[in-house]
């Protein structure tokens, strides 16, 4: 199983960027997708998740904090996972991951996933 991060940086409060976690080594439809943050000093926090198998599909679980403002989204012909965030704030500043595991996307909690990328650094300034 293997997960890269990309698309992170520097932007200014009230920007947007998006987010892009390319996978490989599995079976993309028998897995959820999860994007989570850490920032300096704090525990890793669940974003939301995303499972597009045939059987659950299109389901997602949102973190309260994120709702509204970001959208997990995923590209079945790449592999591929997408978080779009707007509105963005100074706290959310952090390192951003995407991490897979055969879980329901209820299962959002990062303690529970074992394959991760290296992550993205976002900064946002105020």
């Known amino acids: 199983v293997q997960l890269a991060e990309s698309g992170g940086g520097w932007v200014q409060a009230g920007g947007s960027l998006r987010l892009s976690c390319a996978t490989s080594?599995?079976?993309?439809?028998?897995?959820?997708i999860g994007w989570f943050r850490q920032a300096p000093g704090a525990e890793r926090a669940t974003i939301a998740c995303i499972n597009r198998s045939l059987g659950n599909l299109g389901s997602t679980h949102y973190a309260d904090f994120v709702k509204g403002r970001f959208t997990i989204s995923s590209d079945n012909h790449k592999n591929t996972v997408y978080l779009q965030m707007n509105s963005l704030k100074p706290e959310d500043t952090a390192v951003y991951y995407c991490?897979?595991?055969?879980?329901?996307?209820?299962?959002?909690?990062?303690?529970?996933?074992?394959?991760w990328g290296q992550g993205t650094q976002v900064t946002v300034s105020s």
């Open positions: 991490a897979a595991e055969k879980l329901p996307p209820k299962l959002c909690y990062s303690d529970l996933y074992n394959n």
């Open positions: 080594g599995f079976t993309f439809d028998d897995y959820t």
